[in-house]
Nanobody
C-alpha cells in the first residue's frame, strides 16, 4: 500500500520559514518522482516543486529562489524547505507521487489537490499559513 505522511506545516510571519516533510512507504522511493502541490485560483492544482529519483529538481516560477526540495533516500522522505515565505504561499500543501506507476508529475492538474486521479498518490495535506 502506497502511503505518504506529511508533517511540518504551521503558521509563520511573512519572511519566515517552514520545512515540510513527506515520508513514503509502499513503493521504491528512489525510483520515483516526488512532488509538492498546492491549490491556486482557476481550479488548478499547481506543482510547486518536485524531485526525481535521480535528484533532478523542478520549481514553479513563484517559488524559485525561495524553496528548496531535497530527499533522504535512507528515510524515504522528501522535504520542502520554504524560506522567505509570503502571504500568497498560504495554502494546503500536498505531497504526491506516482509511486509504482513510475510516471512523471504534471506541472498542473485541473481540479482539487488531493482528489483521486489515476496513477497518483497523495499525502493528507498540511496547512501552511503566512501572515503579513
Amino acid at each position: 500500500e502506497v502511503q505518504l505522511v506529511e508533517s511540518g506545516g504551521g503558521s509563520v510571519q511573512e519572511g519566515g520559514s517552514l520545512r515540510l516533510s513527506c515520508t513514503a512507504s509502499g513503493f521504491s522511493f528512489d525510483d520515483s518522482e516526488m512532488g509538492w502541490y498546492r491549490q491556486v485560483p482557476g481550479n488548478e492544482c499547481e506543482l510547486v516543486s518536485s524531485i526525481s529519483g535521480g535528484g533532478r529538481t523542478y520549481y514553479s516560477v513563484s517559488v524559485t529562489g525561495r524553496f528548496t526540495i531535497s530527499q533522504d533516500n535512507a528515510k524515504n522522505t522528501v522535504y520542502l524547505q520554504m524560506n522567505s515565505l509570503k502571504p500568497e504561499d498560504t495554502d494546503v500543501y500536498y505531497c504526491a507521487t506516482s509511486g509504482p506507476f513510475l510516471e512523471r508529475l504534471w506541472h498542473g492538474l485541473s481540479g482539487l489537490c488531493g482528489a483521486y486521479r489515476e496513477n497518483i498518490f497523495w499525502g493528507q495535506g498540511t496547512q501552511v499559513t503566512v501572515s503579513s
